[in-house]
DNA sequence: ACGGAGGATGTTTTT
DNA sequence: CATCCTCCGT
């Protein structure tokens, strides 16, 4: 136990050791060492007789719960249920949805597939595909089931003709999905909560099995998770939740900042303990940041501090354009290389994917390695889909999105007709009973009947064998029938080359399926361990769980001395030596669409800003592009008006490197910033520094249009 | 049925 | 700029 507590500070011990049977809201700063108090508060209850089986802890990525778990297990030596909303409420759906007449073999329906769906919807209630935009549907859809809100209560608050026609969409959108037995990711936390609504015994059940909750990153939980954990904890009220409402990002998907904010008045037996000691960055920093996050109306005071002493003042660059600006990057990643830095050691972050590119071309030239967080996901990759999609027709008999995916890919002579005399044959039925009776399907040519009939006698074969078959096996059986990989061998282009590896990387993907297979195995009672409910299904079907809910962060290994790119959003939680921020221009950062909406959506635009500069240990680099082209426009943006808020004397606006030039210059510095100055004939930033930040309303005159 | 060309379209952040 | 979609020639 002394281990456990010991390097604490008086508020990170007062956590860690809060009374197992009272609430408690942890409001943790940034960089105050709160996944330590978590990992160390659930070991000090398994040091005090709580058993392990009967915690559960909640993060918000795979790669955080992986780390918390491992944490665990090197204090205590016990295995810990921790997981994201997801992956917990997927497994109770697995095991209890049958009491809700939810099929045991539901899929899981990620973006791409429900847009499908709803494309189908939206075309079969013959609506105008350019009035209702699918994607639009779909964000509309998502956010409703955030709040737990059903097509009938939606349609009941329509306000509008678009409402009311996704409120059609979304009650056809869901009889759909029922049929597929499909279900959505917001429906994962949705349908949970209605379990538990509807059957106390399951609740009952699953309250005895969550003795003590610990939910992380609690700022950003929606509506729904934030009922589904209110139903876990009502019994017993053993819950701690940390959260920092400052690095709350999550609004525009749901994420509601009140769950935080009325956490006491939900648990009026609940204690608060604040840390808001750093134990990260350099004073410098921590100042403008803590500036920075005053800006913001709607908040609790609050600033970090630090024992720390000194540290480098932020460099600001004012570059001419986007590339020019990829150039001040690089020439700075190389200074610090030069300096004895790793590129590991370094990470750039922008506001949007579409940033990456330059960034990327001028790593390139440099022969830097680098590895961009996010953007395409692996998973995204057509090839992938594909290869994922046959899977998933061989495991899911009912994934009629997935078959119409494949089932003329490669070509086989399944064309538009075709598809459409078969989706005329099914009225009601799914396209696999129709398969089964394909003879009695009228107007299909006989050569497409053939075609059909073989291709539904493979898959057959296939799924009678998969129980007996590696996943491996089912994958390579798949892709030498089909003659995908021969397709791609014949095409002969860089491109298919690439997929082809991608492919190869797949295969690897499963090998770290196998190997993790033991990290899966649920902990029922102390030291036993047993399969969980999905792994009851097929090995393929376990698979194919495994990898719907991973995230790009997922695969990112830190370790590697590669230098990072990630968006904002993907930072959160992660820490680095030096960080450079780029593109801190209006209309880029703060993004133009949250000029529009309500002042909520700048300040949370201030928040991504402030957990951007929050990661940075030791320095931080923020640029700003004169002209910018994106999305093949040019723009002239005015720099951000974050920047503005930074105080003056802890920024160094001279930039310290060498134009053109990836060279170590640092025993030239006085030449170097003198280049620069000498290339910009007016070397007054264009922003003025105030100490005191601007008001807010002179601000917005400033910079509206 | 298929594949290519060309046009329209929409572009934030992600479990 | 890139992706999706449609249309047209084969």
Known sequence: MKDLLAGLNPSQKEAVTWPPVRPLLILAGAGSGKTRILTHRIAYLIEHGVPAFTILGVTFTNKAAQEMRSRIERLVAQRVWISTFHSTCLRILRQDGPAMELDRNFIIYDEYDQLQVIKECVAELKLDEKKVNPKAVREEISRAKDFLISPEQYLAKAMDLFQDSVGKVYKLYETRMMRLKACDFGDLILKTVVLFDRHPEVLKAWQDRFQHILIDEYQDTNHAQYRLVKLLASARHQITVVGDPDQSIYAWRGADIKNILNFEKDYPDAGAIRMEQNYRSTPVILEAANHLIRNNQMRRPKALWTEQKGGAKIDLYNAEDESAEAKYVVGNVMKYKGQGRTFADQVIFYRVHAQSRVMEEELMRANIPYKIVGGTRFYDRKEIKDVIAYLRVVAYPHDEVSLKRVINVPTRGIGKKALETLQAAAQGRTWDEVLQGLSTVEGLTPKVQKSLSSFYAWITKLRNKQCEMTVHEILERVLEDTGYVTALEAERTPEAQARLENIEEFYSVIEDFNETADQRLEIVEDGAESAPAEMAQSPLAAFLDSIELVTNLDAWDQGTNVLTLM??????????????????????????????????????????????????????????????????????????????????????????????????????????????????????????????????DRSRDRYSR
């Open 567 to 696: 968006t904002l959003h993907t930072a959160k939680g992660l820490e680095f030596p030096i960080v450079y921020m780029v593109g801190l221009e209006e209309g880029i950062f703060p993004h133009v669409n949250s000029f529009a909406g309500p002042s909520e959506e700048i300040e949370e635009e201030r928040r991504l800003c402030y957990v951007g500069m929050t990661r940075a240990r030791e320095k931080i680099h923020l640029s700003y592009a004169t002209t910018r082209r994106m999305y093949g426009a040019t723009h002239q943006n005015l720099p951000s008006r974050f920047l503005t808020e930074i105080p003056a004397g802890l920024c160094d606006a001279r930039a310290t490197f060498s134009r053109g030039s990836y060279r170590d210059e640092d025993d030239d510095q006085d030449s170097v910033s003198r280049s620069v100055c000498d290339a910009d004939p007016d070397p007054d930033p264009i922003i003025e520094f105030d100490d005191d930040p601007p008001a807010p």
